[in-house]
């Protein structure tokens, strides 16, 4: 199937039907998607394209790949974006689920290595959960859960909450880490350290595509992850899913979807079969 051509649009969404309403605006729609930033650097965004039930999302070679290394290197804050198939409602209780096509594959010792020794090819494909964009010109809101980059533990996945002030061009978010979930169990780790100089790694690592579920039901977030090809478990396999408790503070409307951040300039990451439902 034909890739989908693509154009931005601003659109804005009203959070009430009444008279005077606050708006909810979102940063832009590409072809049946609409995308929030949850982080900037210097305006730089990410690309889209749909073909069948495949989302890729495309880092520009454009971007700044300077600014982008900086970022990685001393741990701060890079591009990320959520997404999802416009005309969602807003809702609080939420369940999203997509295969993720391009995790940070170290299936293979040489491939362990190359993310081992280049930072630009770590990125964080997850979900999102939430996603508030800023009412009237405040801040956006989201739950994240996105594959781990810290020392490429790339079986593990982490549950953040971003605040972000969308309205500037180097906007910088601020995010709370509330659990790094462990997966090794479902998909496999790699094993070395790097006192020989990986001259021992090993790898059980799954390939590409890895399942991922994720809802958020009040104050608690649930995490459910398997391999390729696999079936999907029940949502009350300990195994296969682990929950954490957020603030009461964060139990607001918002969109569920899609999220990638930390994509290199030239770089992809596919997202097949997103899908948003009630978790009931």
């Known amino acids: 199937m034909a890739v989908l051509a693509v154009g931005l ?18 940063d832009h729609r590409v072809g049946g998607l609409e995308v929030q930033s949850l982080n900037s650097i210097g305006g730089q965004r990410f690309d889209y394209s749909v073909a069948g039930d495949t989302i890729t999302v495309r880092a520009p070679a454009t971007n700044d790949k300077v600014t982008l290394k900086r970022f990685l290197d001393e741990g701060g804050g890079v591009i ?17 689920c997509v295969q993720l096509g391009s995790v940070m594959d170290v299936s293979t010792v040489a491939k362990a290595l190359d993310i081992l020794h280049d930072p ?12 508030s964009p800023g009412v009237n010109g405040s801040a956006t809101r989201a739950i994240t859960v996105t594959q781990n ?6 079986w593990a996945f982490d549950v953040n909450f971003v605040r ?11 995010v709370s880490h509330f659990v790094t979930l462990d997966f090794k169990d479902v998909v496999g780790r790699w094993t070395g350290t790097p006192d020989d100089n990986w001259k021992n790694l090993g790898t059980t690592m799954k390939p590409p595509p890895w ?13 459910m992850v398997w391999g390729p090809g696999e079936a999907q478990p029940s949502w009350s396999d300990a195994q296969h899913v682990q929950s954490v408790q957020i603030d009461a503070g964060l139990v607001y409307q918002g969109y569920a979807g899609g999220y990638e951040q930390g994509l290199s ?11 948003v439902t009630s978790p009931y």
């Open 120 to 131: 630009t090819l770590r990125h964080l494909p997850g979900v999102a959960l939430r996603v």
């Open 211 to 223: 399942n991922l579920c994720a809802r958020v039901v009040g104050t608690k977030v649930s995490v």
């Open 265 to 275: 300039p030239g770089k992809s990451s596919k997202f097949i079969g997103l899908k």
């Open 9 to 26: 649009m601003a659109v804005s969404c009203s959070s009430g039907g009444s008279s005077g309403a606050p708006v909810m605006t979102v």
């Open 80 to 96: 990320g974006e959520a997404f999802w198939k416009a005309n969602q409602s807003l809702t609080t209780d939420q369940q999203v």
């Open 149 to 154: 980059m810290s020392q490429a533990a790339v």
């Open 164 to 174: 972000s002030d969308i309205s500037g061009a180097n906007a910088a978010a601020v």
